[in-house]
């Protein structure tokens, strides 16, 4: 478990990776984002991005996993916001899914100083280093002098 104090400025981290595969994007989509061009390939042919493409709140959802999975998992209480969301490619299938991020800002609480905010810039890249989406996401974390208080981390250490 890795604390607010834990959590250095400016070091880049790789998260983890994902394979985009058209039947799950496809069921994804008809689920929550039923657009032509995320469940029918042959309309998502004719579409202006000419191929089948990942729903973005599929792609979200792929990014929450994976910081979900990961091997030393943040001592979360909540998420504060997400902020200058872009998606300047589109996820196809078949595409390796790299997803990465950094902390660009970190500060203890003003009011309670068994927590700290940062903010974390990610970015969510195709093999080829393509950006498919960018975020900034704004966490309220445990500090290790308060992490025996909280309550709500997302797991045990």
């Known amino acids: ?24 994007m496809i069921e994804f989509a008809r689920r929550w984002d039923p657009q032509p061009f995320h469940t029918d390939p042959e309309a998502a042919a004719k579409s202006m991005f000419g191929g089948l493409t990942a729903s973005s709140l599929h792609l979200f959802a792929i990014c929450t996993r994976l910081f979900f999975d990961q091997p030393r998992p943040m001592a979360i209480l909540a998420m504060l916001g997400k902020d200058q969301v872009r998606f300047p490619a589109p996820g196809r299938p078949g ?34 280093g393509t950006s498919l989406m960018t975020q ?9 002098s308060g992490r025996d208080h909280q309550h709500g981390l997302n797991s045990t250490e």
């Open 1 to 24: 478990m890795r604390y607010f104090d834990d959590i250095e400025v400016q070091v880049p981290e790789l998260i983890g990776h994902y394979d985009l595969r058209a039947e799950e």
């Open 95 to 128: 595409d390796r899914l790299s997803y990465r991020t950094q902390c660009i800002d970190k500060r203890l609480s003003r009011s309670k100083p068994d927590r700290g905010i940062i903010v974390l810039a990610d970015e969510l890249q195709n093999a080829s």
């Open 136 to 144: 900034h996401v704004t966490l309220l974390l445990a500090t290790r």
